[in-house]
């Protein structure tokens, strides 16, 4: 392990994480709010950190997939640390554990909150507090390559690391050139959400706050009601749509920008992600059309809002879907698992994998009854190795493995089951409400230090995919080569 590389690593992001907390500085000088000085604290702190660092001398720069994998996990744990710091400091948020929950949150899109009154906190904060969003969505070290110089080496396992999804490649040769591409597309998108919903009467404040939640599939919203609050059938839909396009694979918007459409719609995660999402809306407004009394275009409206947002894991919400019958909420909690694509914004279990799982199972059937038959796995016509295979059925075992822990801990708060299973559903997968206490409506601030801590190592896991988090805390890991 050359740890040098690592601390070198961690700096860039911490000195960048500083200065991103710029803005909300600005914000906060504007309104001659109390957490100015929160603020300038933690940016001196955050920098100064970062900065030195940075000047640590690496012996060669050699970025192999241990540093990598290391790199990623400690960067956003660090960050979190140290994001949280305005909130706490300002004593907006008095307790250092919810500070904490509510950053990582915030970086891992998770969009869960402990804020009972989030409408008292300053602009300040609420814009930090949703920024995180933005910038954990297509990920800070994405973000921090497409800024910087090669590291050397291959940093490609930087993006391997963070990026979602089993198999994230290169859009074009260099790793530099890729990332910035995926932050053009990202940034574009972001504005273009940003002038529809200030097109459609949205506050300007309040459409970067929800442009930048959509855009990481994130959810925080500055609004108790959340986007219910504006009451307006335009915002809904333009955030219903932005929110399924964040969720596909940014891979497909480069490939159809080089005329390569056809391409696009051959894919089989983005077919089968279309598929779900439409059949879920179908089934659902069936059994929901009681509810809205039989208002078709009502049940059509607030129907696909609350599928785009759960099966994005953005988690915003128009209506306490929480009331709706068993049978819409359990078809909301399979998507729940699903989740988005690959090399999107989303988090969930992602779309590729559930079509892998869904083909081995059907390749099984068909060796049981044809022993001698011989069948590859393929995914676009493409055959799927053994490696890339059994990683996905590590990645599911382990995700299972976790959840069923998780509940254990967290059921210590005597919650209903639906409330504690629904609770590390929602945080391991990125989507934020759940069902009854957690719902749409509700908050996590009544679980124990216990809990929350549990499920904010549930969103970190859930948000690098399981797989970093394990290898950092390998001892392997650390041995000198």
């Not at 891979?251 to 920008?257: D, G, I, M, T």
Request: aromatic share 14%; with cysteine.
């Amino acid at each position: 392990m050359n740890i040098k590389i690592v601390l070198k690593v961690l700096g860039i992001v911490l000195f960048w994480e500083s200065v991103l907390m710029i803005p909300s500085l600005i914000i906060s000088i504007f309104d001659s709010s109390y957490e100015i000085q929160a603020f300038v604290v933690t940016i001196i702190a955050t920098a100064a950190l970062g900065l030195l660092l940075t000047r640590i001398k690496t012996n060669g720069n050699e970025m192999r997939i241990k540093e990598g994998y290391a790199a990623v996990s400690l960067s956003w744990i660090a960050m979190s640390i140290m994001g949280s710091l305005p909130f706490f400091i300002s004593g907006c948020i008095p307790s250092y554990i919810d500070a904490l929950f509510e950053t990582v949150s915030g970086f891992t899109t998770t969009g869960a909150s402990i804020v009972l009154n989030i409408e008292s906190m300053p602009r300040g904060l609420l814009f930090w507090r949703s920024f995180t969003h933005w910038i954990g969505g297509m990920g800070v070290l994405v973000f921090t390559m497409a800024l910087i110089p090669s590291l050397g080496g291959r940093p490609v396992f930087l993006m391997r690391a963070e990026s979602p999804g089993p198999s994230p490649g290169k859009l074009v040769p260099k790793i530099g050139d890729s990332s910035k591409i995926l932050y053009i597309i990202y940034t574009a998108m972001t504005a273009i959400t940003i002038i529809a919903l200030i097109i459609a009467g949205m506050p300007i404040f309040d459409s970067f706050i929800h442009a930048f939640g959509t855009a990481g599939t994130g959810g925080f919203s500055m609004k108790a009601l959340s986007i219910g609050a504006y009451n307006s059938p335009a915002i809904e839909w333009i955030i219903t749509v932005a929110m399924f396009l964040f969720g596909v694979n940014f891979s497909l918007y480069f490939a159809f920008f080089k005329n390569s459409w056809k391409s696009v719609f051959k894919n089989e995660e983005f077919r089968l992600y279309c598929t779900y999402v439409v059949i879920g809306v179908i089934i659902i407004i069936i059994n929901v059309l009681p509810n809205f009394n039989y208002d078709f275009s009502e049940a059509l409206r607030h129907t696909a809002f609350t599928v785009s947002t759960l099966v994005t894991t953005t988690g915003y919400a128009t209506t306490d879907f929480n009331m709706w019958p068993m049978f819409s909420k359990s078809v909301l909690l399979t998507l729940m698992f699903f989740g988005a694509c690959a090399g999107s914004t989303g988090g969930g279990v992602k779309s590729i994998r559930v079509l892998v799982l869904f083909k081995s199972i059907y390749y099984e059937i068909r060796h049981t009854i044809h022993p001698r038959s011989v069948h590859r796995i393929k995914v676009d016509g493409k055959s799927l190795n053994d490696d890339v295979l059994k990683s996905i059925m590590i990645f599911l075992l382990t995700y299972v493995v976790i959840v069923i822990f998780s509940v254990i801990i967290v059921s210590l708060d005597n919650f209903d089951f639906l409330t504690t299973f629904s609770a590390v559903i929602a945080n391991i997968n990125n989507i934020g409400p759940g069902f009854e206490l957690v719902g749409p409506m509700g908050n996590y601030a009544g679980f124990s230090n216990l809990s929350k801590f549990t499920l904010i190592t549930n969103m970190i896991i859930g948000r690098l995919e399981i797989i970093p988090i394990i290898i950092l805390f390998s001892p392997e890991i650390w041995k000198r080569n």
